[in-house]
């Protein structure tokens, strides 16, 4: 009798999983297949095919994979390497605090390469993915001109907070705050446009609005000051390094493939106007399938005309983390964290730099998106990497990123799933 199973069957999304087939054959070629439908009704699937050990039994954590989705000893690679059945899907976990992703893991005779409705499975068992912990309690925020959503571990606390930042794209994105409340943080996962009543467009960054943001965590009974961290990636970490220049709360930032300058926007803070670079929409390049490369719509920063558009981050005061991809086919995030970081004392700043690493560098769990469909823009957008150097990149620098917040802001309490 074969059967598959996942342990533990429940668990956070930023957590391993051990996957164990019995009762095959010595030896007997078989194919394992990972799926899950997102909540827009998108497949995702990832499958490897091994060979069973001499008990009868496959382990992915013991046993590497000939082939498929990927090759080689990865015991999470049925999670990590998903792939959307249609082009230019990324995986996001948008109900964070109402239900988990379900993936199904079935065992199947032979190579199966391509699934085709005949086919019947050996052995099937399911899995749930959670983006919160038990007791994790999602609140939402609308107060002032604020707007987000706020995540609390169970229990009394205090909790350090944290602010956590998207990019481009706008709305509200909820699946790291969800997953570093479920590490012991108070999590605002902050829309800045695109979202509720805040504006359609980003036409400028208004600092103000950041500060009542950060004013509002910290005013939180659950939450523990006098300071907080900030989480951003792409324009996100564009944001929080501005927060971290200006804004005394903050004291712990995490930027991941951002920039140190101001792009396309300018930045207004009381009395003060950053300008900014301008994209050059001419350098787009039409990469593969017709997606668009925006790497060169970036002006060198270092030409002297553009001075002025850089964020002081002389005035840091807190410590911040650069997290960088070497593959990012969005913009040139290591340069920037060198130019930033030249301009810091050695003692307030860290690189974390990845090789084969894209852009979008999430918390592990999170499929390689190197391509996908982007909020207004006409076409798909590159965001490069290489799959199995970038999974690698987001196990490392999670770990890494809980660290430095746990460091700076006083440790956090750990729930278990």
């Known amino acids: 009798m074969v059967e598959v199973t996942v342990t533990p069957q429940s668990s956070l999304a930023d957590r391993p999983v051990q996957v164990l087939v019995r009762g095959l054959s010595p030896s007997q070629l078989v194919t394992l297949r990972a799926s899950l439908t997102d909540e827009q009704g998108e497949c995702f699937q990832a499958r490897a095919f091994f060979h069973a050990d001499g008990a009868g039994e496959v382990d992915p954590g013991r046993h590497a994979a000939l082939g498929g989705s990927y090759s080689g000893l990865w015991p999470m690679g049925l999670f990590w390497f998903l792939q959307p059945d249609t082009l230019f899907r990324r995986l996001i976990k948008r109900d964070v605090a109402g239900s988990p992703f379900i993936v199904r893991l079935e065992v199947f005779d032979g190579l199966h390469l391509v699934p085709v409705p005949q086919d019947q499975a050996l052995a099937s068992c399911e899995a749930e993915r959670w983006y919160v912990g038990p007791g994790t309690q999602r609140v939402p925020i609308r107060e002032g001109r604020v707007r987000g959503a706020l995540f609390l ?11 956590d930042l998207f990019g481009g794209a706008g709305g509200l994105i909820e699946f790291r705050a969800g997953l570093l409340a479920s590490r012991g943080f108070a999590v605002l996962a902050l829309a800045f446009f695109a979202y509720d009543d805040l504006p359609r467009t980003l036409a400028q960054l208004d600092l103000e609005y950041f500060e009542e943001a950060a004013e509002l965590l910290l005013r939180h009974p659950k939450v523990r000051g006098p300071g907080l961290g900030v989480v951003g990636v792409s324009k996100g970490a564009e944001v929080a390094l501005a927060m971290a220049t200006f804004l005394p709360q903050v004291v712990a930032t995490v930027w991941i493939n951002g920039t140190a300058f101001l792009h396309g926007n300018p930045l207004v803070y009381k009395d003060l106007r950053i300008p900014p670079i301008p994209y050059y929409a001419e350098r787009i390049i039409f990469a593969e399938m017709g997606a668009l490369d925006n790497s060169a719509i970036f002006s060198d ?18 410590k911040v983390l650069f997290v960088v991809g070497e593959a990012d086919r969005s913009m040139n995030s290591k340069l920037f964290a060198q130019l930033a970081m030249a301009r810091m004392p050695p003692e307030s700043c860290r690189l974390l730099s990845y090789p084969g690493a894209g852009h979008l560098i999430e918390p592990p769990g999170s499929p390689l998106c190197s391509v996908s469909s982007l909020r207004g823009a006409p076409r798909p957008v590159v965001w490069g990497g290489e799959a199995q150097p970038h999974a690698k990149a987001q196990e490392h620098s999670w770990q890494e990123i809980v660290q430095f917040l746990e460091v700076h802001l006083g440790p956090a309490a750990t729930m278990k799933l």
Do not use: N, T
Not at 153 to 163: D, E, L, N
């Open 153 to 163: 571990p169970p229990g009394p606390g205090p909790f350090p907070g944290v602010i």
């Open 301 to 318: 920063p270092r030409d002297p005309a553009h001075s002025a558009s850089a964020i002081p981050v002389e005035r840091v005061r807190g």
